[in-house]
């Protein structure tokens, strides 16, 4: 199956989802409550294992914006986390995901978090490998820029960045940061981290 086949068997978005990315990317829509989004993204989630659609790291390409996370908490009854409490950051923060290509595998790349708190920006990079049977993507921060209005500050490998990103593609998933994503649209991604968390980003203009 080729990966327009699979965007035309994607199932529709679901409507209260389609309204959070309205008000992500316009401003001017009303925002939908933070629980029933939270309750949509695990009936998305839900639908994505049940059809067992699978995606490819070429729909990921590109640059998202986060605009919707959940936190999570401990639960001594249920042996693990569950989730917390969603919400919409702030206009006035600016996280975003971008992925890039690898020119010698097309499920491998690199991903760059980059965090713009106005004259400050983080942006932490590193290496990425897509598992496209669970729609898992492997990645490890193994670098990072900080800037200050402009001026660089620092650019560099962080906690052993260098001899991580030599070996990451040897490492076995469990040793790795991932996400597992069950939602992949032209204007969103949405998907649950190693933590348990879940995560809603619009595509970046």
Not at 50 to 71: A, D, E, N, P
Not at 90 to 105: H, R
Not at 132 to 141: E, R, S
Not at 180 to 205: D, E, M, P, Q
């Amino acid at each position: 199956m080729t990966s327009s086949d699979q965007l035309q068997t994607t199932p529709s978005i679901n409507p209260v989802l389609d309204q959070a990315i309205e008000f992500l990317t316009t401003k001017s829509a009303t925002p939908p409550a933070p629980e029933a989004v939270v309750e949509a993204l695990l009936a998305s989630e839900k639908m994505a294992r049940q059809t067992k659609i699978r995606h490819t790291y070429s729909q990921l390409l590109g640059t998202w914006r986060l605009g919707f996370v959940t936190g999570t908490k401990r639960s001594r009854r249920r042996a693990g986390v569950i989730l917390g409490a969603g919400r919409f950051l702030p206009n006035w923060v600016k996280i975003q995901l971008s992925y890039s290509p690898s020119e010698s595998d097309p499920e491998q790349g690199t991903v760059e978090n980059s965090v713009d708190l106005g004259v400050v920006q983080l942006v932490l990079s590193g290496p990425t490998q897509f598992w496209q049977k669970t729609n898992i993507l492997a990645f490890d921060f193994t670098r990072m820029k900080i800037s200050f209005s402009g001026l660089k500050l620092y650019s560099g490998y962080i906690r052993g960045g260098q001899k991580r990103e030599a070996c990451f593609y040897e490492q076995s998933l469990k040793e790795q940061a991932f996400f597992t994503y069950f939602l992949v649209k032209n204007r969103c991604i949405a998907a649950r981290g190693r933590g348990g968390g879940l995560a809603l980003w619009t595509k970046a203009s």
